[in-house]
């Protein structure tokens, strides 16, 4: 997949000749072909056949890079709910839609407590990054924040989707540690990756399999089975903890997949599973999550590969609804989002309106500001009127404490020097 970083290509990392990655490549894509049939299939109950040769861990690397630099855009909808989740979770129903493009992203997040808790509760939230600028909004507040950079919210680790399908970018900086990206790509890549002498079966599949190395400890931390015959799909994963890395914490399960494209294959169906860990209170059960694509069951799934997505459909900023109060992070300045929408705004804020013009100037025709430019326009901090206060308030407000402070002194003065002229008085008397 493209993303716009370094030496994710084989040519930039001085990988073996062009030649033998096109055979490798063809090989894996070829196989793909024939054990495929049709366009769905799920994970077969029959073994696949033995290959001819094993595969290095150079080998798998460059396919898997050859097949991700294939995709120019990727769109997704899919669910990923907890089966029994634990009490007042807030994300027991999960629903995410994401669009990737190189390194630009964007997430459209649904997320609430389960329906059998009485009051069933749901949030929503977007989060965009365009290369350059990253956007959150929180829809039912009404807000939301621009940043120059990358936020956490706007990228694919930790959606279900591309963990369980390792399609995260990889991160050069977490390079060393083989598998915090959740990449299959920086696992391949990795020093203390290792690739086992022999293939293994995994839910009828004939998978190689890789070794993650705790360079400390000496002992494997991770396991993937990787499906080289359908597009280098990890089919399995686990995690290891605890005390020498003896204790499984997660696993990742591929039940079904679909081939969209000669050599690419994505998951539509799966599981995740998170076991009870020792000093994390209220945490004593299995948790199993399941992943659904959305209409995989009535074979329209909702996923589309290079389906020649716009740059500007990442530039989130663009397209908020008027009323949402729009933050600059960076600037640390405000503006509304230009409309018609005051009521909303009025109830976001609560103030008072009524001595204050309702024209908001919209920014719809305005330029899009630059990489180097604050988005916003307009004072760092707002007026007495601004924040929603009348005139009549204004006038009306309590003295402040530097005027009770002076009138205290004041009186003090006062007191003191009616007692001295009484006592001048007596005296002479």
Known sequence: MK?????????????????????????AVTAAALSAGSLKAGVSDE???APSTLLTKEDICQGVEAARSAIEDLTVSFSF?????????????SHKTVAIKGEKTYLDHTYGTPPQQGELRTFRTEAAYNGQRSTYHIVEQRRAYAHIERMRETE????????????NAPRPELASAGNADQSL??????????????????SGRRCHVVDLVDPRSKHVAMTAWIDC???????????????????VMMEFFIDEAIQSAPGLWFPVRGRKRIYPMDGIPHFQEMLELVLEVDGWREGRPAL??????????????????????????????FWTVGGK??????????????????????????????????????????????????TAEIRSRPLSFAWVTAAVGLLTVATALTTIAYLRRKRHA
């Open 304 to 333: 589309a590969v290079n389906s020649g997505l716009e740059d500007e459909f990442f530039d989130l900023w663009k397209h908020l609804p008027p009323g949402t109060i729009l933050m600059d992070l960076d600037a640390n300045v």
């Open 185 to 202: 790509i920086s696992l391949l890549q990795c020093e203390h990756s290792r690739l086992r002498g022999q293939t293994e079966i995994v």
């Open 229 to 247: 015959e359908r597009g280098f799909l990890p089919l399995k994963q686990v995690y290891y903890g605890g005390p020498d890395h003896g204790d």
């Open 81 to 93: 709910d907890h089966v029994k989740p634990p009490v007042h979770n807030l994300h027991a129903r």
């Open 341 to 390: 929408d005051f009521e909303a705004l009025a109830t976001l804020f609560e103030s008072v309106l009524a001595d204050r013009s309702l024209e908001i100037p919209e920014h719809a025709g305005a330029p899009p500001p630059g990489h180097e430019q604050p988005l916003a326009r307009g004072p760092a901090e707002p007026d007495a009127t601004e924040r929603g206060l009348t």
């Open 156 to 167: 694919t680790q930790g959606c279900g989707f591309f963990d369980m399908m390792l399609l």
């Open 3 to 27: 993303n716009g970083r370094q030496d994710r290509h084989p040519s930039a990392r001085g990988a073996p000749s062009c030649t033998r990655r096109m055979v490798v490549v063809f090989t």
């Open 47 to 49: 073994a696949g056949p």
